[in-house]
Every structure is written in structure tokens, then in C-alpha cells.
């Protein structure tokens, strides 16, 4: 299993790169040669997951984007937590213009979790991979800065084990399920270059 998830993580790590260092298109041209990283603010209140997004302009109504979110905290003496890697590659459709009005997107996720003991004390890690939709809308702030709303889902194949608690290691249950869950409440601040 594991092979397979380092697999699977480079080969997104190599679409993700592949997207924002492609050397520059007429399309890019057109679209001034911008592009932006942002961060989602909303993230933070997620027990302080840290994250960033890259995006590039291929048309005048598409970007590449990709991001990756991080969060290696526990907190309190129950160990709450939301510890999770994630990386993500997608589009974004822009029917006005690229970083301005609404948006709809579209991407691949990959994430490896370990969450539990804010409710109860067990906790369940393991590994998700699947796609995820969304829309929003990016508000002009300035020449270089803007303020995007959104929401997304995701939805795909999830391999999970399942434990009492977050340190005793008794094992509850393991196996794989697909799933739908909410990806991301996006209130971002946007940098564009």
C-alpha cells in the first residue's frame, strides 16, 4: 500500500509542477504573463492547517492551479486532531476573465489523514484519492490583490484504520469505502503578479 500512495503522490507532485513551470504559451501572452499564489484563510480555523495555493493563466478563461495543505498538530490532553497532508492539481474556469468574478473548478486530490478525539477518543487515519468540484467568486481588492469566496466537495476512494484512542494503538476496524466529503471553505487572500 504504501508504494502505491508514493506513487500516486509523485505523479501529482509531477502534474502540479508540470503546471506551473510550463514555459509560456500565446495563451499566456494574452493573459500578461500572470499568475498568483494565495493562501485560504479558512484554513487556519481547521486547527491551524497551513496551505498554499500556485496558479497560472492558460486562456483568458482558465488558470492551472495547485496547492497543498499541511497540519502536524494535536492539542489538549485528549489529543484532539486534524493532521493531514494533502496535495491537489486542477483547472479553474473563469467566465468573466482569469482572477476576477466567479469561478467554477475542477481537481485531483490526493491526502493521507489522521483525525479523531474532539468528540470521542477514537481516532482513524489513513489515505483519500479522488476529485473534487467547486465554485466561488474572487473579489478585486487591488492591481495585485484579491479576495476569493468559495466552497467545494470531493469525492472517491478512502483506505482507513480506525483506533479506541489516539495513543493506545487498540485497532477498531480497517478497510477501504468511497466517500463524499466537504473540501474546503475557501475565504482566500490572493496575490497576482
Known amino acids: 500500500m504504501q508504494s502505491r500512495n508514493h ?15 510550463e514555459t509560456e504559451a500565446p495563451a499566456q501572452r494574452m493573459a500578461a504573463g500572470k499568475g498568483s ?15 498554499a495555493e500556485a496558479s497560472v ?13 499541511y497540519n502536524p498538530f494535536s492539542f489538549g490532553k485528549a489529543e484532539f486532531r486534524n493532521k493531514q497532508q494533502a496535495y491537489y492539481a486542477g483547472m479553474r474556469y473563469w467566465p468573466w476573465h482569469t482572477y476576477s468574478g466567479w469561478w ?11 483525525a479523531g478525539g474532539l468528540r470521542k477518543a477514537k481516532t482513524r487515519e489513513g489515505d483519500r484519492a479522488g476529485l473534487g468540484l467547486g465554485a466561488g467568486f474572487a473579489y478585486m481588492v487591488g492591481k495585485h490583490f484579491n479576495v476569493e469566496f468559495g466552497a467545494s466537495l470531493w469525492g472517491g476512494m478512502e483506505w482507513f484504520t480506525s483506533y479506541s484512542c489516539p495513543v493506545c494503538g487498540d485497532l477498531e476496524e ?10 474546503d471553505i475557501v475565504i482566500a ?4 503578479f
Open 189 to 192: 487572500i490572493s496575490y497576482i
Open 104 to 114: 467554477i473548478n475542477g481537481k485531483l486530490q490526493y491526502q493521507e489523514f489522521n
Open 174 to 183: 480497517s478497510g477501504r469505502k468511497f466517500f463524499v466529503l466537504p473540501c
Open 37 to 51: 499564489i494565495s493562501t485560504n484563510v479558512a484554513g487556519y480555523a481547521n486547527l491551524l492547517t497551513l496551505n
Open 7 to 21: 506513487t500516486f503522490i509523485m505523479v501529482l507532485m509531477a502534474v502540479a509542477l508540470a503546471c506551473i513551470s
Open 57 to 69: 493563466p492558460v486562456a483568458r478563461h482558465w488558470t492551472l492551479n495547485a496547492g497543498a495543505k
